[in-house]
């Protein structure tokens, strides 16, 4: 597979990664554990070099998940993960922490949990007010000089963020959502990427499953699926947002591919330094999203998709109230 480049500093990846969230946080019902190991590793085998994870995620378990099934492949393949967030007594993760005392400890405790002794790339995954982002980066720029982090990225970090962050240690990557359904990143975190020499890593780039086509006004998730909270996913917003898929249906058709191919196609069409990570629990969807690198997009195509869509108001907001709260700060 193509390879591109995240930041500076050469954090070489696979032009798409795999999102490893839904593994075993999220998503349910939760997937066998060594039915994900069996699929990570074929992912490695069918190109991929860059996984994401996150210390929440379960908690602990999907790192431990990554750890295992990417053993073997040391030194062939990235791991990114995410720091941040505070472990409360009743095991909900509701508040930040992005101290330094405490992005130390769970760096520590990742390395161990992901077999590694150096995290590739390592996000604050949710920019915490009340610790200065300098503190932040100068807790990671520490890792780093220690060897015990490669890379440092920040997620759903706003404009003036990302500038004071990267004035103290260079950021690879930030990570934030991007896809035809939520294109606000272009506004201004996209030119001040490119400006500063910033990868961008789109999560969720087909709409947490909307995008493929698969899911409509009568689609029944499981109880405990966290997309029953957000209100772009409630039975009314589906209706609303079929033309989105309509559109990629369209689109997906010229070129003999699915829709999920084309949402994914566009992405990597908008900069080389931009790498999604599609999150399946499936290989054959996995197969699929692959070959959205083989979807060649010319200026005519994007000028359709983009004319088409910029006549499409999404329904919904992508977050509760609370989320939102917790992006572009």
Known sequence: MEKRILGTAGLEVSALGLGCMGMSFGYTPIPDRNEMIALIRKAVEMGITFFDTAEVYGPFTNEELIGEALEPFKGQVAIATKFGWKAAADGKWTELDSRPENIKKVAEASL???????????????????????????????L??????????????????????????PVAALQSEYSLWHRKPEEDIIPTLEELGIGFVPYSPLGKGFLTGKIDETTQFDKADFR???????????KANQVMVELLKTIAT??????????????????????PIPGTTKQHRME?????????????????????????????????????????R
């Open 228 to 238: 029953n909270t957000l209100p772009r996913f409630q039975e009314e917003n589906r």
């Open 144 to 169: 780093i000089q220690e060897g015990k982090v490669k890379h440092f990225g920040l997620s759903e970090a706003g404009v003036e963020t990302v500038r004071r962050a990267h004035a103290v240690q």
């Open 254 to 275: 010229q070129k003999a591919a699915t829709p999920a191919q084309v949402a994914l196609a566009w992405l990597l069409a908008q900069k080389p330094w931009i790498v």
């Open 112 to 142: 161990k949990r992901l077999k590694t002794d150096a995290i590739d790339l390592f996000y604050q995954h949710r920019v915490d007010l009340n610790v200065p982002i300098e503190e932040v980066a100068g807790a990671v720029k520490d």
């Open 288 to 328: 699929e999203n692959l070959g959205a690198a083989n979807i060649e997009l010319n200026l005519d195509d994007l000028s359709q998709i983009n004319e088409a869509a910029l006549q499409i108001t999404v329904q919904g907001a992508r977050y509760t109230e609370a989320g939102e709260k917790l992006t572009g």
